[in-house]
């Protein structure tokens, strides 16, 4: 006689141990009074977060030092902290990165977590990065250039364009990196510049004071050949839109292989759920990436060379907005857990391993 048994496994894809860890934080808030603000924060095996080396734009270095955060099996994060609520995250595949938006006490913020890295030197800023920035405030504003990073650190813009449609921007300065990723920048109109550069040396996020206001500004390095097929998938989007009326949004995202798109999920600041449900995006060769879509102008973003991020500045109905893309993990076998994660564990992410049949023979040999 053969009788069949089944094993479930029901392993999420993403769970509290990804949390653990040293991360940096850098966020920006919009309203009457905009605000950046860094600190560094350490997370133990429960969730439980303590920050410290805490500075914001008006040199305020008593912020908050702790609180509790939490993880989905989905990768979203929701966080219980003094001050911050409505606090919406998602963290990428390779538990490197969190982007969020966040209701705190003074408005509406975009908040970017980056994981602690090591061992980083000067020539980790040589070549060509892709610069987007979102400056909040009662006259906002955008801007997106090209950079190219000498071995010393000397530093050359071009293609620089802004949301008031100015091409002369700034066009040279010096950044410098410390051993443990901290960056800093000497350029006309740019004072106190904080930024940390990723473990993968992709991708650096920065807060900083320019002439016109607090700014968050984001740099991915350029590099590799795209194509249409690299958008398909699906994305996890925040945004911060600035401001004497500022606002963040969020929303799911479903791409085709033809391009089209499908929102759900969205929610704003105002708690509104309507959002835009269709459009187009378009990527060229170098990754550059369109959008055509109901109350989105000139949007201009930028695909990581791993293909799990797209950074971008817009014109929206409502003013100008820095737009954040994650996408989600593939799951090639539909078991529910991502394939990096199963590799991870010593998984075959081709094989759906959630029910496993055992035959046991009851009869005599």
Do not use: C
């Not at 929701?78 to 982007?99: E, F, K, N």
Request: aromatic share 6%; hydrophobic share 40%.
């Amino acid at each position: 006689m053969l009788l069949f048994s089944s094993v479930t496994d029901s392993a999420p894809v993403f769970t509290i141990a990804d949390l653990e860890g040293t991360w940096y934080e850098h966020e920006l808030g919009g309203g009457i009074a905009p605000w950046w603000a860094h600190f560094t924060m350490e997370i133990d095996a429960g969730g439980s977060l303590t920050a410290n080396e805490f500075l914001n734009s008006t040199g305020d270095s008593g912020g908050p030092s702790s609180g509790t955060v939490n993880i989905n099996g989905s990768g979203v994060i929701t966080v219980a902290s003094q001050g911050i609520s409505a606090m919406h995250g998602v963290m990428s595949g390779d538990r490197q990165l969190i982007v969020a938006t966040a209701t705190e006490d003074s408005g509406p913020a975009l908040i970017i977590l980056q994981k602690a890295g090591s061992l980083f030197t000067q020539a980790d800023l040589m070549g060509s990065w892709y610069e987007h920035e979102l400056g909040s405030g009662i006259a906002p504003w955008w801007a997106h250039f090209t950079m190219e990073i000498d071995a010393v650190g000397s530093l050359t813009a071009t293609e620089f364009l802004n949301s008031a449609g100015d091409s002369g921007g700034p066009s040279s300065g010096t950044i410098n990196i410390s051993g443990n990723g901290v960056v800093t920048v000497a350029s006309q109109g740019i004072s106190v510049l904080h930024g940390v550069m990723s473990e993968d040396r992709q991708l650096i996020v920065a807060t900083a004071t320019e002439d016109n206001g607090p700014a968050l500004i984001i740099l991915q390095k350029a590099g590799g050949s795209f194509t249409q097929a690299d958008l398909e998938g699906t994305w996890y989007e925040h945004e911060l839109g600035g401001g004497a009326d500022p606002w963040w949004a969020r929303m799911t995202m479903q791409i085709n292989a033809d391009g089209s798109l499908t929102a759900t999920n969205f929610m704003n600041t105002a708690g509104d759920s309507g959002g835009p449900s269709s459009g187009t995006i378009s990527i060229s060769g170098s990754g550059v990436v369109t959008v055509t879509s109901l109350g989105i102008l000139a949007l201009h973003g930028v695909m990581s060379g791993d293909r799990q991020l797209i950074v971008a500045t817009a014109t929206e109905d409502n003013g100008p907005a820095l737009i954040l893309m994650e996408k989600g993990l593939p799951d090639t076998d539909g078991d529910g857990m991502d394939d990096v994660e199963e590799i991870r564990q010593g998984r075959n992410p081709f094989v759906d391993e959630r029910t496993v049949i055992i035959l046991f023979n009851t009869e005599p040999d």
